[in-house]
């Protein structure tokens, strides 16, 4: 059981929803396990609220916070500096406060590629990669790509804008990546452009359920790997996607799972207990599917 008393340093995460998030029970079953003073709360931010929301992880002596959407790269001015980890792809989930000196960092990247290696065969070196949206999540799946030596990134979003801004974004050529990036809307002659994917990754919460003929069209290459960042029922749509293509899938559980990870390690100082956290996972989804 999680011991409350004038000890107990206090970690949160901040987003709009937040109620959803898994992040709570994962952390707080590891302080448990480990038997060390923090816990981990939940605080709903509304966008505007976003500016106090930061001055109180210094007035309050947080240790540090998560963020979540929409708040990835929003919190970034609000912040006194930022790691390696986070220039690199213009977004931030994961705050530490060190006396009062906030910095940012990004554990999103290195857990998407830690999923990707840890609960999958995919070689993405020299491949093909389609990431669907545009926004903070977006932005650590491209870094990932760079990373792991994609040539070529197609990158698709409702608003053409938007993704074109991220596109051209000169923190992913200071990622060290020499990969095209190519921007398309989510209409138009799509298949040839498509064609021979080795991953389509899906970065927004929104259903699938009207898009599906042309998802259906894409036609990536044989075994080729869906991975929805969402976890739980708000991904169904997109993997049964899969599932009708013949093609392996991924949720987002293990990559939470392996942010979640590297963010407790930065927050507390102890390695992550890797195996308590993924246990909690799987018990909080069966438990939302009840």
Not at 7 to 29: Q, W
Request: aromatic share 6%; with cysteine.
């Amino acid at each position: 059981m999680l011991k409350i008393s004038g000890e107990t340093k206090i970690i949160g995460i901040f987003g709009d929803p937040v109620a959803h998030s898994l992040s709570p029970a994962m952390h707080n079953a590891a302080f448990v396990h480990l038997d060390i003073p923090y816990a981990y709360v939940p605080f709903h931010v509304l966008p505007n609220n976003l500016p106090a929301a930061v001055a109180a992880v210094r007035a309050l002596h947080l240790t540090g916070v998560n963020v979540t959407v929409p708040h990835k790269e929003a919190v970034i001015p609000y912040l006194d500096r930022l790691d390696d980890s986070a220039v690199n792809c213009g977004a931030v989930n994961t705050v530490v406060n060190s006396g009062g000196k906030l910095t940012g960092y990004n554990t999103d990247v290195a857990g998407f590629l830690d999923a990707l290696r840890q609960d999958s065969c995919l070689d993405l070196q020299g491949g093909k990669a389609v990431v669907l949206g545009a926004g903070g999540a977006a932005r650590a799946v491209m870094a990932g790509l760079l990373a792991a030596g994609v040539a070529e990134i197609i990158l698709l979003n409702r608003t053409l804008a938007r993704a074109l801004a991220l596109g051209e974004d000169s923190c992913f050529g200071r990622n060290g990546g020499a990969a095209s990036i190519r921007v398309l809307p989510l209409d138009g002659e799509l298949r040839e452009a498509i064609h021979g994917a080795r991953l389509v990754v899906n970065t927004v919460a929104v259903s699938f359920r009207r898009d599906r003929q042309w998802l259906a069209d894409l036609r990536p290459a044989a075994g080729s790997l869906f991975f929805d960042l969402r976890y739980g029922k708000g991904a169904s749509d997109f993997l049964a996607l899969a599932k009708e293509l013949n093609s392996p899938s991924l949720d987002g559980l293990g990559m939470l799972l392996y942010q979640g990870a590297r963010a407790f390690s930065l927050f507390t100082g102890c390695e992550a207990p890797l195996d308590v956290m993924r246990q909690t996972l799987l018990e909080q989804c069966c438990l939302r599917h009840e």
